[in-house]
């Protein structure tokens, strides 16, 4: 049987090979995914473990919070608070950023994630994961302060994300690829189990809510109408549609098999560009979507590129198939 190769050991030889990976970013990707694995355990009780339903709370986002959203959240604050690789963290379920205590020593990375994404599916058992994105803070002694967090996508030195679905897994990026390493539950580590993960250019399959059709902007109605029309229409070929609901669900799928994924502007709330976070939603998954050979937009320009100008600000994504992002593009009058 094949050695099977632990994060660890992923991380340590990518180190060797790329020098990607400095010791305290190994540490701080051990300590995630160990917090991952936590909140899998977590995921997994369901309705034997009083995790289900809501806190009873709302998100900085005004929305309801789930038991599972503040046990996630609580997961990764504690779990990488003391390591010495922080300096501060950020999450969706946060308000403002969280400052390492001073009681520990501070490091010079910054932390963002979004905690549990997909928690309307919590309740009804069907995948969710956590995503989140690695950024080096300021060099300089004086403490991070939230405008530090506003980097563009092009500056994460990680990214990735652990669904929790009928496996547990890892996907992560330190900009030399795209890996994926699958929980052991008997070993109780994660095993590289498929790396330089490749999104095909070309999909048959899109993935976006179409109750919100009526609400899109005329780029987006007329490539999804295309879609719709099939082998008999413009793009002469039939295409499937799926939608979870669970970002993470969806954009598995997509850099495992190929896809487009659109959550776009819409007119139900025109002040904001889309529903989904520049920071830590969009910006992590743009960047596996790119080091795994597709593209991540919002229409206008390259997902990565945007100067973010808030800390919860959000974006309008096309992500995926390269091809197909790119027709979007077009359709936007943007290439
Ligand atoms: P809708 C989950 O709440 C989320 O942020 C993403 O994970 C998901 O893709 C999207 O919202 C689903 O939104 O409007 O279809 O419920």
């Known amino acids: 049987m094949a050695t099977s190769i632990s994060l660890t050991r992923y991380l340590v030889e990518q180190q060797r090979a790329g020098g990607l990976i400095p010791a305290p970013l190994r540490l701080l990707l051990e300590v995630v995914?160990?917090?991952?694995k936590s909140i899998s355990h977590?995921?997994?009780?369901?309705?034997?473990?009083d995790v289900l339903g809501t806190a009873g709370s709302e998100n900085v986002q005004g929305e309801v919070q789930k038991k599972l959203d503040i046990i996630a959240n609580g997961v990764l604050i504690e779990a990488n608070e003391w390591g010495g690789h922080l300096a501060a963290m950020a999450s969706e379920e946060m308000d403002g950023i969280y400052l390492v205590p001073n009681r520990y020593p501070q490091g010079e990375y910054l932390l963002l994630f979004d905690p549990l994404d997909g928690s309307s599916n919590i309740d009804v058992n069907v995948s969710i994961g956590t995503i989140f994105s690695v950024l080096r803070k300021p060099d300089g002694e004086r403490r991070v302060e939230e405008t530090d967090f506003l980097q563009p996508g092009t500056r994460?030195?990680?990214?990735?994300?652990?669904?929790?679905?009928?496996?547990?897994?890892l996907v992560l990026t330190v900009g030399a690829g795209v890996a994926l390493f699958t929980l052991d539950r008997e070993q109780g580590s994660f095993v590289l189990t498929q790396e330089n993960l490749r999104i095909p250019e070309?999909?048959?399959e899109f993935a976006i809510n179409m109750s919100n059709m009526r609400h899109w902007a005329a780029p987006v109605k007329r490539y999804i109408d295309e879609c719709l029309q099939g082998r008999s229409g413009p793009r002469g070929k039939d295409f499937n549609m799926r939608w979870v609901a669970s970002m993470v669900a969806d954009m598995h799928r997509i850099l495992s098999r190929g896809g487009v994924f659109l959550y776009p502007w819409d007119r139900r709330e025109p002040h904001k560009p889309g529903k989904l976070r520049l920071l830590y939603e969009a910006n992590p998954m743009g960047w596996l979507v790119e080091q795994a050979g597709g593209a991540a937009s919002n229409g206008r320009q390259r997902i990565l590129e945007i100067q973010?100008?808030?800390?919860?600000?959000?974006?309008?994504?096309?992500?995926?198939?390269?091809?197909?992002?790119?027709?979007?593009?077009?359709?936007?009058?943007?290439r």
Do not use: D, W
């Open 33 to 36: 995914a160990r917090a991952c």
């Open 42 to 49: 977590a995921v997994s009780k369901g309705a034997l473990g």
């Open 156 to 169: 994460q030195v990680a990214a990735g994300y652990c669904i929790y679905g009928p496996q547990t897994t």
């Open 202 to 204: 070309e999909t048959r």
């Open 308 to 334: 973010p100008t808030h800390l919860h600000e959000r974006v309008s994504v096309i992500l995926g198939s390269k091809n197909e992002v790119e027709r979007v593009a077009l359709y936007h009058g943007t």
